[in-house]
């Protein structure tokens, strides 16, 4: 709640001189290192880091390496995401991505609260347990890797990842210094430094990449970001391994909750039109790993992770809404017209696993156990304003909190070289507790849940191997559905579903494939209810998700390859008429289709791809509405496809040039309807920029 310093006292130009010295001279005291390699700091992946790993897991797996988020060059994280089967992506509501809006297998991609977002294995939501509604998203530039886990393994890593997880794992230091700097249209701006390296004396590495961003927006909802990472570790003993990372966050954006009207939408405006709205962000977080190889079959990875998040969202008053505009309440007239709802959280982990290879029964076995202490608060605060001035009076002032212990059990039975067997179990225990700090009103709600699993792999041949899994589903109601305004438990239950997945996936030659199907029946559906929006009541009920995943690769020769993916989500329903919706009708905002398909020349340096992406129509409403309401809230999406091309070249080994060019023939589309009218999608906008190496 504390952004003074957001375009504030430390101008802009001084804060990037401040940071840029500090980079200079970070990268100065590790010029010992004379060549970049590629070192290994310890930290939590969820696929694995050798090249077998996603074959030992039950479940579908994607990964994106760097090579290809680099050929990509999206925008965004989760314009990269976009790009593999089984993701949704809502459209973007300011800052090119900053506040996601991410869902798999036609779970609702609202604030990205059906998927667990990690960094390098620690959460990025900015709680667990009291609200899940995700307000960050790191910067594409610094990121190496995104992994994508859906199945059973998933379980592992925590609550709220019924569809799955995400892990997005920030690049490690590599020797030298390293400029970047784009431009593009909007007046899009970014600047980025990297420096760091390697210790000849005591082995340390070190790095810190620093990213200056900003841009106007193209409905004039700009946007101004600052980044920083500083990353490093060290070998403390032959079997020891210890690293440290620190990641602050600035974003300021001008945008809302609010969307354009049917009228401005078909006349093609580009206003904003909430201009006096503010989403302001601040972030700080420290990750600590810590790997100790015990002996060559037991290792123990221990994380110790800590972030602060402070998310201030001004909003003017509504007057009126209408076909032509949204109608403002007029500010300066001694009447409240603007509201602060802003929040400050924190969160405290300890997250250890032992991973232990051993023989018994006769056969091979691989055995993870892992421990999660958890601690989360949350101040939450309404400050009306009588002017635009983001400062008034205190209406509503709560502290919250929630603690969790979970325990986690794995075992990889191989009963024979190629069919293995793998049961689970995650059982979670947790305390959530709601205070109003006005009313003096307050409650608490405790729980405690029991997630199995069984999955397997057989690798009939080589070419080809068969995966499938059964798991019991879980998230649990946030604190403002668990807990009403008046401190009463509302004794529910946590959301639960049963997930079932078989696929198959391979490799011949050239050619790669990996094809899913699914279902996700879901016994007790959650609304689960802003903490701003003064509502408690929790409704719950039946939905059931059924589809399939297909996805193919073929290198043909020449430097030519193709690679194709689709989802179809024929069932995506209610089950039983409640108050989620009717019996039959689709839940909004799951297209029935996904695909993307792109096209990749690569020879002597030089890179090309042009990429397709289809999603098929939606609908906003769970009563799955066609005709569009006078406001633009409701109303089918209908179903829109983009292309995109980019090109990377490398002059040498120092210098690197390349741009891309997104909706390439400026197609106008609706992304979403929520929250409050019209999101068009992104038109045609690009990006171009260099890069320079100094070793």
């Given amino acids: 709640m504390k952004h003074q310093f957001i375009g504030g006292s430390l101008g802009d130009h001084n804060k990037i001189a401040w940071i840029s010295s500090i980079a200079l001279l970070y990268g100065s005291i590790f010029s010992g290192s004379a060549k970049a390699r590629d070192a290994e700091l310890p930290r939590i992946d969820i696929v694995g880091r050798e090249e077998s790993a996603a074959h030992k897991i039950p479940g579908t797996v994607d990964v994106i390496s760097e090579k290809q988020l680099e050929i990509l060059q999206a925008p965004s994280l989760q314009d990269a995401l976009r790009t593999v089967p089984g993701v949704n992506v809502r459209g973007d509501e300011g800052g090119l991505g900053s506040i996601p809006n991410i869902g798999l297998r ?82 899009y701006r970014l600047a980025e430094l990297e420096a760091g390296g390697k210790s000849d004396s005591n082995g340390a590495i070190g790095g810190i990449n620093l990213i200056q961003s900003e841009s106007n927006g193209y409905q004039n909802n700009g946007f101004k970001m600052y980044d920083v990472l500083v990353k490093g570790g060290l ?82 008053s509504i007057l009126d809404r209408n076909q032509d505009a949204t109608v403002f309440k007029p500010c300066n007239t001694g009447a409240d017209c603007q509201a602060g709802r802003n929040r400050e959280f924190q969160m405290l982990g300890l997250d250890s696993r032992l991973i232990h290879g051993y023989k018994a029964f006769g056969i091979s076995n691989e055995m993870e156990l892992g421990v999660r202490l958890h601690t989360e608060s949350q101040s939450n ?77 057989w690798q009939l041949v080589p070419q080809a191997q068969i995966y499938s899994s059964i798991y019991k589903g879980f998230a649990p109601a946030q604190l403002a559905t668990a807990i009403d305004d008046k401190g009463v438990d509302q004794q529910l239950a946590p959301e639960r579903s049963t997930n079932i997945e078989m696929g198959v996936r391979g490799r011949s030659g050239g050619f790669s494939y990996d094809s899913a199907i699914f279902s996700m029946d879901f016994s007790n559906q959650i609304v689960n209810q802003s903490l701003a929006s003064g509502i408690s009541k929790a409704n719950g009920g039946q939905s059931l998700h ?47 289709l996904t695909s993307n398909l792109g ?91 260099m890069s320079y190496q100094f070793n």
């Fill in 235 to 316: 070998q403390i003993d032959q079997n020891q391994w210890l690293s440290l990372k620190y990641t602050h966050y600035d974003n300021n954006i001008n945008t809302s909750y609010v969307g354009l009207r049917p009228n401005q939408y078909a006349a093609n405006s580009g206003i904003n039109p909430a201009p006096n709205d503010r989403f302001i962000t601040q972030r700080n977080a420290v990750d600590i790993n810590h790997s100790l190889e015990i002996n060559s079959d037991t290792r123990l990875n221990t994380l110790l992770y800590w972030s602060k998040l402070d998310r201030d969202y001004w909003r003017q």
């Fill in 599 to 689: 096209v990749n020349y690569q020879k002597n340096g030089f890179n090309t791809l042009l990429s397709l992406n289809y999603v098929s129509k939606q609908y906003a409403d769970s009563a799955n509405t066609i005709t569009q309401n006078t406001i633009g809230t409701i109303g089918e999406v209908p179903a829109f496809a983009t292309v995109n091309w980019s090109v990377n070249y490398d002059i040498n080994k120092e210098w690197k040039v390349f741009g891309v060019v997104n909706n390439l023939f400026d197609k106008r589309y609706i992304a979403s309807r929520s929250p409050d009218g019209i999101f068009p999608g992104a038109p045609l906008n690009f990006q171009a920029g």
């Fill in 106 to 187: 036609g779970l609702n991609p609202s604030r990205s609260s059906k998927v667990l977002l990690l960094e390098d294995g620690a959460p990025i939501q900015p709680s667990l347990f009291i609200s899940n509604a995700s307000y960050y998203s790191p910067p594409i530039d610094r990121i190496s890797r995104i992994e994508v886990l859906k199945g059973a393994s998933g379980l592992q890593y925590g609550p709220s990842n019924i569809g799955g997880v995400i892990n997005y794992l920030s690049k490690t230091p590599a020797s030298g210094i390293k400029l970047t700097g784009k431009v593009g249209n909007f007046g």
């Fill in 381 to 457: 605060q309404v400050v009306a304003s009588q002017t635009l001035a983001h400062s008034g009076r205190l209406t509503m002032h709560e502290e919250n909190k929630a603690n969790s212990i979970a325990l986690y059990a794995q075992n990889r039975f191989l009963i024979t070289p190629d069919f293995a067997i793998i049961p689970g179990v995650r059982v979670e225990s947790y305390n959530q507790n709601r205070s109003n700090v006005i009313t003096n009103k307050s409650g608490s709600a405790k729980n405690i849940e029991t997630v199995p699993q069984i999955g397997a792999t």
């Fill in 546 to 592: 059924q589809g399939a995943e297909l996805s193919l690769g073929y290198q043909i020769s020449g430097g030519w390859s193709i690679n194709t993916n689709a989802t179809y989500i024929p069932v995506a329903r209610f089950v039983g008429t409640n108050s989620l919706g009717k019996d039959g009708k689709r839940i909004p905002y799951t297209p029935e």
